[in-house]
């Protein structure tokens, strides 16, 4: 067995680290525990980037290198194994909370359960501020079946809305609601209830549009399409677009989001002053279009990501990993670039719009490639005959092993490596099969490093070993749901149909604003529409 061990980690208080927070200067605090450990507890402001994937995502998430960056484990060692990989890649400030997650409780502030908190708190947090109204499952029920004069706008992804949606709603992702309900609403008398799967997108999207001025009564579905569940009502399925905005909506959205700019000051950035924040090495710029993939692909701003803006809103911690960061997001009219940045202005971070008239000429995402390492590839027409009697050893996905693996196949997950490894005796081959390329190279990679073994990744994974017949298992209890640590069991059942898990997730979110007041490190900064 080869005996490479990473060396000591270079580590830092967690009183530190929340002081540094707390100085609003440039901190990438960063948890590199797997989803299924980090949705149990963690501070509220890190951002989840797996051990498994850390070379994938690191460059999009911290893309300056001279950034602080502290990483968060579970006190078991891989957040030095992490801090070597980031050492290797070129950051310059890497260091290790000492004593891991549960140190943060010396700083006296709490550890959160779940994903994306401090979006979905600050939507609890917005809806006490702003008083924005909502309306039950129940008598939303009772006003359609006596013919009330209303509409119910979802304004989740599409592919969420196909799956389940309240009966008769409209689908308006995130921002664009804003951008479409002049085509959605009949008449100024129309009782417009937006939807969610949970609260967090009702809340957002009813306060957007109160916000925005619409002259309409506007509430928000308690508890969404969960709540409707709850109920005791059915849910309805497939699709039920609105389509994009005609002439006019886009004209009002423009003359509503320009009294936002100006009541809010909100800045409008031109090309050549978006390209003097990019070149400032001394801070860390992303820059977002906020519009639709479909439009995004058409033609955007140089340097600019796709992040439609209510999954942005939603789900910030998944695109934007530097506390303390500039952003800017753009689109091709100013309007759902204005709403997202109303509201991210209030999430406390610093915000910016891109003049509209700014060209769209890229089709290229920016240049952030992964840093996948070389490793050997197998095809699967070969893959037997090399491996010989070595062993297999599945990355894919907790589920997708006990669903599907490779015959004879082991379940590891790269921050697991050493442990499995420790199991196979002393294989003279190891194939390493995994559901993403990349994900496979890393795992196959640490493998070389601590076994003696020839490693190689099956070209294809395990889609192409399954196309080819090869021989397949499942193993509906294996990996033990301990194991798991890739998978978050923490009401997961809630929207098929587990009325538990739903009034758990609800009660949930209902608690937060207590949870963000005890920790006082939030940044939110609401200022009421006038």
Known sequence: MNTHVPPPARIVSAREVAAQIDSGGEIAFIDVREEGQYGLLHPLLVVNLPYSRLELDIGRLVPRKRVPVVLVDDGDGVGARAQQRLDALGYSDVRVLDGGAAAWRETGRPLFEGENVPSKAFAEVVEHSFGTPHISAAELKARVESGDRLVV??????????????????????????????????????????????????????????????????????????????????????????????????????ARAARLVAEHGLPILSQSELAAWQADESRTTYVFDVRAPSEYAEGHAEGARSAPGGQLLQKLDTQVAVRGARLVLADDDGVRATITAYWLKQLGWEVAILDPAAPRTSRQEPAAAPAVPQVNAVPVDQALAWLGSGAIVSVTSSATYRAAQPAGAVWSIRPRLPATAATLGAPARLLVVGEEDGVAALAAAELAEITDAEVAVL????????????????????????????????????????????RAYLYWELQLPGQIEQDGSAGYRLTPAR
């Open 153 to 254: 706008i979802d304004n989740r992804t599409v592919e969420e809305f196909e799956r389940f949606h309240v009966p008769g709603a409209v689908n308006a992702p995130g921002v664009d609601l804003v951008h479409r309900i002049s085509d959605l609403i009949p008449s100024d008398d129309t009782f417009v209830v937006v939807s969610c799967a949970g609260r967090t997108r009702g809340i957002m999207g009813a306060q957007s549009l109160i916000s925005a001025g619409i002259p309409n009564r506007v509430a928000a579905l308690e508890g969404g399409t969960q709540g409707w569940r709850l109920a005791g009502f059915e849910l309805e399925r497939g699709a039920r677009a609105s389509g994009a905005p005609s002439d006019a909506a886009r004209q009002a959205g423009q």
């Open 459 to 502: 070209a294809g994974g395990l889609a192409a070993w399954t196309q080819a017949g090869l021989p397949v298992a499942a193993s509906p209890d294996i990996p033990a749901d301990a194991e798991r640590i890739d998978f978050l069991f923490w009401n997961e059942n809630r929207h098929n149909g587990n009325a538990a898990h739903s």
